[in-house]
């Protein structure tokens, strides 16, 4: 029997694959902590992924928990095609032809899925194949199709393997035809956010967020941080998507790797500031998937991670193949936890209002909500929320005490769930601001007992209820 985890503050995503979609499996990850399910539609069939979505769905159902789902497209990854023998060894200083048309690789010549090469390519520029471990740079276009490159840093080569091209401006669509047929399924499916890979500038989530407003879906868009051109239009990105996620494996590949913990912190610090949630993804417990305790380096990453205020550490080989996906859900759990309880550097973040925004009064409200909280070491805090803005703005500024929300729409229980320190509850009464703020403690306190006699309560509202205007109201409770 596993004993539900502790409650931490920052979230928990899981890539959920073959090691993880057994629904024995997937309740006891929900209970040893984890708060969103990612499917990788890089991998797997419609019938799959629907087997996993109505699986979550059956779990939140029995635990009255509110796991949401990430559904991340593949966007246009560029690999390599087949190549011969099992691989093919390339050595330093030897030339080759990079082909659009599919040929079995050889040490002469191979194909990329990239018809476009030619084309955008620069004489002088480098590739990166199979995560950076072999290098080529081009040094000849010989026709529409073919290029000639040499090699700078060999190794040997399999099939269908990555193709990056870091600094040359690809001429390929944000969403290519495999993502909008996903795209078609995940809209019909109960998915609350959508990752975009690859993004390059806000007009990619523009793309995305026409075809999510053409199904009436309130899916939200992760921006995924994983080429430079994102990090040059990150503001501009931050602005237009509903979420980011650091995705380290091809951002540590398209740039140099020393510069992805700067541009990490970067993200994380920017998100805050704009009230949106941010991922940090990818290796976090990379180890986990063949060993069942991760490494002290892994720890310090997912530690470093809850410190800088990311709201979610993501899983991804370790849950969806690894021999120990529980083990790995248990070991950030365990981690998130003593980091969250042991360092005040978790807290306390974001910037104050600026008195020239429209929602100056209704931020402020928040902001000063969290900084009464520290000042009267608050157990928590309460809000009312139809959107939710109350909640996440609340949420940005990271405050020690726990964050409640109550909202009478329940399509944001879920989508929330990807939010830092929020636990949302369904509350449809409309009588008065005074009587919904004595209803929220009572059931906190004698329902679900997630705060105690003499606990102090800090609650913010709308006044009148029944207009719902934005936030301008803070009350301190005691609990009686």
């Not at 599919?102 to 476009?116: D, L």
């Given at each position: ?14 890539t ?20 969103v399910?990612?499917i990788?539609?890089s ?9 996993v ?14 796991v ?29 032809i ?12 191979i ?5 476009f ?8 520029e ?8 072999i ?16 090699v ?17 401006d ?66 501009a990105?931050i ?40 991922i940090?993804?990818?290796q ?5 998937i063949?060993?069942?305790?991760p ?5 310090n ?9 990311a ?12 021999k120990?996906p529980?083990?790995a ?23 104050k ?39 996440q ?36 009464k ?7 703020i004595?209803?929220v ?20 509202a ?19």
């Amino acid at each position: 029997m596993i004993k539900l985890a502790k409650y931490n503050k920052t979230k928990m995503v899981a890539t959920i694959g073959p090691a993880s979609s057994d629904y024995k499996m997937l309740k006891s990850m929900v209970l040893s902590g984890v708060d969103v399910c990612r499917i990788n539609f890089s991998h797997g069939t419609h019938q799959q992924h629907a087997e996993v979505i109505n699986t979550v769905n059956r779990i939140n159902k029995e635990l009255n928990s509110n796991v949401c789902i990430l559904a991340d497209l593949q966007g246009p990854k560029l690999r390599i095609g087949e190549m011969e023998n099992n691989g093919v060894e390339f050595k330093e200083g030897q030339t080759l032809i990079i082909s659009t048309e599919p040929v079995v690789g050889t040490a002469e010549k191979i194909s990329v899925s990239y018809k476009f090469l030619a084309k955008d390519v620069r004489l002088g520029e480098n590739v990166l194949l199979d995560d950076g471990k072999i290098e080529m740079e081009f040094i000849e276009v010989l026709d529409e199709k073919n290029v000639k490159a040499m090699v700078k840093v060999g190794g040997t080569l399999s099939s269908n393997k990555g193709f990056n091209l870091p600094k040359t401006d690809l001429t390929v669509p944000c969403l290519t035809k495999k993502d909008l047929k996903d795209l078609e399924f995940i809209l019909t499916q109960e998915v609350q956010w959508i990752g975009l890979s690859f993004v390059r500038h806000q007009d990619d989530i523009k793309i995305l967020r026409h075809y999510i407003d053409g199904k009436e879906s309130d899916a939200r868009i992760i921006a995924k941080i994983e080429k430079p051109q994102a990090v040059e239009n990150l503001d501009a990105i931050i602005k237009a998507a509903d979420g980011l996620m650091v995705a380290r494996g091809d951002l540590g590949v398209e740039m140099p790797m020393e510069h992805v913990p700067i541009i990490q912190k970067e993200v994380v610090r920017k998100c805050i500031v704009a009230a949106k949630p941010v991922i940090i993804a990818t290796q976090m417990m990379e180890s986990m998937i063949s060993s069942p305790t991760p490494t002290r380096a892994e720890a310090n990453d997912v530690a470093n991670a809850v410190i800088d205020g990311a709201d979610a550490v993501m899983l991804s080989g370790e849950t969806s193949v690894g021999k120990y996906p529980l083990k790995a859900v248990q070991a950030v759990q365990r981690i998130v936890s003593s980091t969250e309880e042991n360092s005040r550097e978790v807290y306390y973040k974001g910037k104050k209002p600026k008195d020239d925004s429209e929602k100056f009064l209704s931020d402020e409200i928040c902001f000063t909500a969290v900084r009464v909280s520290d000042h009267v070491k608050a157990k928590a805090i309460v809000t009312m929320t139809h959107s939710g803005y109350a909640a996440q703005k609340i949420s940005s500024y990271r405050p020690s005490a726990d964050l409640f929300y109550f909202s009478s729409n329940k399509k944001i229980l879920k989508t929330l769930n990807l939010v830092w320190n929020l636990r949302g509850f369904h509350y449809n009464k409309m009588v008065s601001t005074d009587q919904s703020i004595d209803d929220v403690v009572d059931i906190l306190y004698k329902e679900k007992q997630l705060i105690k006699k003499g606990d102090l309560v800090i609650n913010t509202a709308s006044m009148p209820i029944k207009k719902k205007p934005r936030t301008n109201t803070l009350k301190i409770t005691e609990v009686k």
